[in-house]
């Protein structure tokens, strides 16, 4: 069973592109988190899916930001008109079940630098 | 407004050691309590997890405890090695946002 996958690793724009940030869960995880981590800070919750649906986006930017769970495929997070600042590292999780009783299971993550 | 403390922000100890990692956050009402470590450029792994009916969980090395009424726990890390070397974080669920709350970590680094 393979772990979270997060693609690319390693993701360069330049001011005004857009990013896109793909996570595929672990086979049968139906729940989907995604945190940022800047630098020199803590990991900051942005949004929460299950398929199809978006359950919680309180930590996500209200412009620019938006993030899908389609019934087929991964996970998208998708940045338009980048800026420097959100140069940083993105961390999608999973989880089998709603409420976080279970341990949460992280990706390597996606770097994100914007030139 | 949850928010989580990690002390100390960084930690330098000889091999073999007993370390022990504090976590303290503010809101009581928590669902359970993580521990991850966070290797450089890596993802994160989970260490422990305690639900918050629970006083403490153990794997091996490592012991979490957690006092939930004063908002504290620890990560107690017996006979460090140099593998042990990476940043730790404290992390709690609040089930009413449905979302972990980080604590900013603990870089630890056993040396030889």
């Known amino acids: 069973n393979a772990g979270v996958m997060q693609n690319p690793r390693h993701l360069v724009r330049r001011r005004g592109q857009e990013a896109r940030l793909r996570c595929s869960p672990m086979k049968g995880h139906s729940h989907v988190y995604w945190y940022r981590q800047l630098p020199e800070e803590g990991l900051k919750f942005m949004v929460y899916l299950q398929k199809e649906n978006i359950i919680d986006e309180s930590g996500m930017p209200k412009e620019r930001f938006s993030a899908e769970f389609p019934k087929e495929g991964p996970s998208i997070l998708r940045i338009q008109q980048v800026v420097r600042g959100d140069s940083a590292a993105y961390f999608c999780?999973?989880?089998?079940?709603?409420?976080?009783?279970?341990?949460?299971?992280f990706g390597s993550g996606t770097q994100l630098s914007v030139l | 407004k949850q928010e989580v403390t990690q002390i100390p922000a960084a930690l330098s100890v000889p091999e073999g050691e007993n370390l022990v990692l504090n976590c303290s956050f503010t809101?009581?009402?928590?669902?359970?309590l993580q521990w991850f470590r966070q290797d450089p450029g890596k993802g994160l792994t989970s260490l422990l997890l305690i639900q918050s009916s629970q006083r403490e969980q153990t794997s091996g090395r490592l012991n979490a405890s957690l006092d939930k009424s004063s908002g504290r726990s620890t990560l107690y890390i017996a006979a460090s090695q140099p593998g042990d070397s990476a940043t730790y974080l404290c992390a709690v669920f609040t089930g009413g946002g449905n979302k972990l709350t980080f604590g900013t970590g603990t870089q630890l680094k056993v040396e030889l």
């Open positions: 999780a999973s989880s089998p079940f709603e409420g976080g009783n279970e341990k949460l299971f």
């Open positions: 809101d009581s009402a928590i669902y359970n």
